[in-house]
């Protein structure tokens, strides 16, 4: 009996435990793709999702960048968008509450001495900070395939 009110109280304590580390766990994530629009081969909008935790102080930054490499022949082309707010009407334009899939789509163009795009694979990496006067977080994604097409 003594083994069996242990072994309730052991589970009670590892719940609570464990109840408490999921209630402190963050949210914020950050998805791309997996299409982007290629648009006269040098312009690439790329569909971004961003999840994000309410932060305490008044918002003053979102920002959203997106990198994307794609084999061309013998060389890698490769491009660079962001999508950014500072202080002021527009700022933030991310809802971070923990729960809105804030989709941003994000500009991209030929880094200096890239050459242009094709329809197929690419990689791309992409990572937001949001900001208030007190505090920031941010998140980045790994490297992932997406598909282009235009």
């Known amino acids: 009996m003594r083994f069996r009110l242990a072994g309730v109280i052991g589970l009670a304590v590892l719940l609570a435990t464990v109840s408490a580390s999921a209630a402190g766990a963050t949210t914020n994530t950050i998805t791309v793709g997996p299409k982007g629009q290629l648009t006269s081969r040098i312009l690439i909008s790329m569909p971004v999702t961003i999840v994000c935790d309410p932060l305490p102080g008044t918002p003053v930054q979102s920002n959203v960048t997106v990198n994307l490499q794609q084999a061309n022949g013998r060389q890698v082309s490769s491009a660079q968008?962001?999508?950014?707010?500072?202080?002021?009407?527009?700022?933030?334009?991310?809802?971070?509450?923990?729960?809105?899939?804030?989709?941003?789509?994000?500009?991209?163009?030929?880094?200096?001495?890239?050459?242009?795009?094709?329809?197929?694979?690419?990689?791309?990496?992409?990572?937001?900070v949001y900001g208030t006067d007190t505090n920031f977080e941010s998140s980045t994604t790994p490297v992932i395939t997406v598909s282009l097409h235009g």
């Not at 809802?95 to 880094?111: A, E, F, M, Y």
């Open 81 to 128: 968008g962001t999508a950014d707010t500072f202080s002021g009407a527009a700022a933030p334009f991310l809802t971070c509450d923990g729960v809105t899939q804030n989709t941003v789509v994000v500009q991209l163009t030929p880094n200096p001495g890239s050459g242009p795009f094709h329809g197929g694979g690419a990689i791309v990496t992409a990572d937001f």
